[in-house]
């Protein structure tokens, strides 16, 4: 029997989600906050998680990130707000496998929630947010507050190799393995000359300092330059 967490405030939706579920054959957990659902989920194994935006103590979208951050990969289906585009689109980037936009029916409910069971758990990379950058390393896209930046495929992966290391410092060498093939490439130069460029790109344009070169070390990204 799939195990199923609905975090869900409306007393009355979460007693007819469950409900509608239980009839299904799912057993169902409700939590009426974020925080509390955040908690279970963390606590218990659940199949699937029914997650609302809107809730009281931590919102939906930040129970997902957590979740995601913490290395749950727990399917999360995400009931939105309706003609919520920006939700839906938030919803995925936070790392929701699926949405749902309210008011919805039960029975689309459970065919979703079927097909999220289906495929079951999906491992993906983390959207990065860091130094007033976010750089979403699914779709190869980064952006600097609304400004999308575009990047080539290297200085991307230098990029989010530096971010993810973010108040580390790492050396050149450490790039150079992460990013280039080692034996054929193996010049710190091209660490140099695509931290440069990544400058010119990332910085320059906004008058920003992301990237600071720790002399005789390497280089150092500050989470909140
Ligand atoms: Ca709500």
Redesign the pocket.
């Known amino acids: 029997m799939a195990r199923i967490l609905v975090v ?3 007393k009355r939706v979460a007693a007819a989600v469950r409900r509608g579920l239980e009839a299904n054959g799912f057993a169902v957990d409700v939590a009426l906050r974020g925080d509390d659902g955040l908690w279970m989920a963390t606590e218990n194994p659940y199949d699937v998680i029914v997650l ?4 009281p103590g931590m919102n939906g979208f930040r129970v997902c990130a957590s979740l995601r951050e913490a290395g749950n990969w727990t399917p999360i289906l995400m009931l939105t707000a309706k003609s919520g585009e920006l939700d839906e689109a938030e919803a995925l980037d936070t790392g929701a496998d699926d949405f749902l936009s309210k008011p919805f029916s039960y029975v689309v409910l459970v065919a979703r929630l079927r097909a999220l069971l289906r495929r079951g758990v999906r491992e993906r990379p983390v959207v990065v947010e860091a130094a007033g950058l976010r750089l979403d390393p699914a779709a190869r896209r980064v952006w600097r507050g609304d400004v999308e930046i575009s990047l080539t495929a290297r200085e991307f992966a230098v990029l989010e190799f530096l971010l993810r290391r973010r108040d580390e410092v790492v050396t050149k060498t450490e790039v150079l393995e992460a990013v280039w093939d080692y034996e054929f490439e193996g010049d710190p130069n091209n660490v140099e000359v695509y931290v440069k460029r990544l400058r010119q790109k990332i910085d320059a344009p906004f008058d920003t300092k992301t990237i600071t070169t720790i002399r005789g070390a390497g280089y150092r990204v500050d989470s909140r330059s």
């Open positions: 869900e405030d409306e609302d935006v809107m809730l």
